[in-house]
């Protein structure tokens, strides 16, 4: 079945520290990924996207990296402060988007 | 420019009873997208409408229903609430397709008792 998993539901780093959350996609033929952030009681916010066409785009302080060999995603944030403290969520879309389960990162000051 | 803009925020609705939530886009797009959240089940896909017409629908019975009107503005129902119905229902709006940037609203938050 369609799905897109996470390796982990949970993620705590230090402030300042770099962050990389993990994501694995089961369609081959999805051709577009997103990240999103949600914080609480918001909905989801757009963080970045990539093409199935590029490996790597960089954003303000994220990175994502696509290995479609192995079918992984990867957001990078780099310097990490407590605002950024959300679930993230992955997506892949292949005429509709399906939803990763989500990490949660916590942020210790 | 305004955001994505979805009404009401909170509904308690009883099993048996149906109920209708509606989605505003982001003036331009014409592009609306449902999602229902809830804790076990995560983010998944209800339909997307593109100029009026149903273009994509996931796996969920024929009590899920939506629509898009001219203005690009939504509404999707939910006939014969059951208790599993309660969730976050969220909507999400892209200039031309799903497949570029979206926009979410806050959702409705729909408890059903």
């Known amino acids: 079945g369609e799905s897109v998993g996470l390796h982990l539901p949970t993620l705590s780093v230090q402030e300042g520290d770099n962050s990389i959350i993990n994501c694995a996609y089961s369609?081959?033929?999805?051709?577009?990924f997103i990240w999103y952030k949600q914080e609480s009681g918001k909905g989801p916010q757009f963080i970045i996207d990539i093409r199935s066409n590029m490996d790597k785009r960089q954003g303000q302080r994220v990175t994502v990296l696509l290995n479609k060999t192995v079918k992984h995603l990867s957001l990078q944030i780099a310097a990490t402060q407590p605002g950024d403290s959300a679930v993230y969520f992955c997506?892949?879309?292949?005429?509709?988007?399906?939803f990763g389960a989500g990490t949660r990162l916590f942020v210790k000051a | 420019k305004a955001g994505v803009t979805q009404t009401p925020r909170y509904l308690i609705k009883t099993r048996g009873q149906q109920v209708t939530l509606s989605c505003s886009p982001i003036?331009?797009?014409?592009?609306v997208s449902w999602y229902q959240q809830t804790p076990g089940q995560g983010l998944q896909f209800l339909f997307e409408y593109f100029s009026e017409t149903q273009r994509n629908k996931g796996n969920f019975p024929g009590r899920f229903s939506g629509r898009q009107f001219s203005n690009s503005r939504s509404e999707m129902n939910v006939s014969t609430l059951e208790l599993g119905d309660s969730a976050l229902y969220l909507c999400?709006?892209?200039?031309?397709?799903?497949?570029?940037?979206?926009?979410f609203g806050q959702g409705t938050r729909l408890t059903v008792v």
């Open positions: 999400a709006s892209s200039l031309e397709t799903a497949n570029t940037e979206a926009f």
């Open positions: 997506a892949e879309n292949r005429f509709k988007t399906i």
């Open positions: 369609n081959s033929a999805s051709d577009y």
């Open positions: 003036s331009g797009h014409r592009s």
